[in-house]
């Protein structure tokens, strides 16, 4: 039951195998399993990519399936076209172009399988990137409130600058006319004079501007400080709600360049290892010698060509033979006079019949 299995599935033909020596079979139900297990190992690796796109083991593990079928019915195609000839030079050309489907096969399959062996190395690489792609949407986003930041902040500082000259002035004020009052400075009497109280005037003056403008600036610088807390708080929005996206950058593509950034050397082996499982039973037919199969189908195939070629080569006698009968017989009838005169009689009646027809016409037309 398992021989003819893998047999069906080395797409030979059942009933000439069935009259084949045992060895004839083994090596066909051999290629069948061949094919067989490469659909498997085709099923398993497509399920596996899929699963990294659609994130549900149902859906994965049906397009795995059709896709494994895919796979299946592609190498038992290539395998039962492939025929035995006496010339290795024309059977090597007759499978090139399934050497080369059968590679590509081998990529497709090898490389969802490349992911998942070497799955701790790919998130590694992946949590780099993901990393280096965190602090570069920060610096972007940081790009956009920088500006105003600083620019806000320049004016907190012009204000508290504008704050400490005017503290500086009334200060100096303030100098003047205690050094007056002490005599050390201005008119140097000792004593709070005239001249002590126009200087202590216009101190209190600045002084009295001095806490009004504290005031008012230190009420902008709130309402500046106000702004930049918001801005920070929008820009920490703006991480929070671009991170999610970052954090979900691990699908199949982003699988499939972490794995190129690896080291080819086993990446390599392993797709060797899928090629040479995928071409096995295409090297096998080239190789093995011309068996007792090979020679039966050949048979086979020999005798549906002759008699298609012979029902051609009849049909094609037959067309020409009932040409040239038809003309023969054409002609004869055409030197036979009694034919003439009933057809001659027959054209005189249609003749007349039209000629009333036209008369009762132009008739009715009058």
């Not at 998130?123 to 620019?151: F, G, H």
């Not at 002759?306 to 006698?317: E, G, H, N, P």
């Amino acid at each position: 039951m398992l021989q003819r299995f893998f047999i069906f599935c080395s797409g030979a033909d059942t009933k000439i195998l069935e009259t084949c020596s045992n060895g004839e079979r083994n090596k066909y139900a051999g290629i069948g399993a061949t094919v067989f297990f490469t659909a498997i190992m085709a099923f398993i690796a497509s399920g596996y990519a899929l699963y990294t796109v659609f994130e549900n083991i149902y859906t994965s593990i049906f397009f795995g399936f059709i896709w494994g079928l895919l796979i299946f019915n592609l190498d038992r195609y290539i395998v039962s076209t492939i025929k035995k000839r006496d010339n290795f030079k024309s059977e090597l050309l007759q499978a090139t172009p399934r050497i080369i489907l059968a590679m590509i096969i081998a990529v497709v399959i090898s490389k969802p399988l490349e992911m998942k062996i070497f799955q701790k190395e790919i998130d590694q690489v992946l949590l780099e990137e993901k990393n280096a792609m965190t602090l570069a949407n920060q610096e972007q986003i940081a790009l956009q409130y920088t500006p105003k930041v600083e620019s806000l902040n320049q004016e907190i500082t012009s204000l508290k600058s504008e704050i400490a000259t005017k503290e500086a002035e009334t200060n100096t004020l303030y100098d003047v006319y205690i050094s007056e009052a002490e005599g050390t400075a201005g008119t140097g009497l000792l004593g709070k004079g005239p001249v002590y109280k126009e200087k202590r005037e216009k101190h209190d003056a600045y002084l009295a501007e001095l806490n009004q403008l504290k005031e008012t600036n230190n009420q902008k610088i709130e309402a500046i400080e106000a702004q930049i807390a918001a801005l920070g708080v929008d820009y920490n929005t703006a991480v929070t709600n671009s991170q999610p996206i970052i954090d979900g950058f691990d699908g199949l593509m982003a699988r499939i360049n972490a794995l190129g950034k690896l080291p080819w050397f086993p990446s390599f082996f392993i797709f060797l290892l899928f090629l040479a499982i995928e071409t096995a039973p295409i090297i096998a037919k080239l190789l093995a010698p011309k068996g007792e199969y090979d020679y039966k189908f050949e048979e086979q195939e020999s005798v549906v060509a002759t008699w298609v070629t012979q029902k051609v080569a009849q049909r094609k006698l037959l067309f020409s033979t009932d040409g040239e009968l038809n003309q023969k017989i054409y002609e004869d009838i055409k030197s036979e006079e009694e034919l003439y005169r009933y057809k001659k009689e027959k054209a005189e009646e249609l003749l007349k019949l039209q000629a009333d027809s036209f008369h009762k016409v132009q008739i009715k037309g009058l």
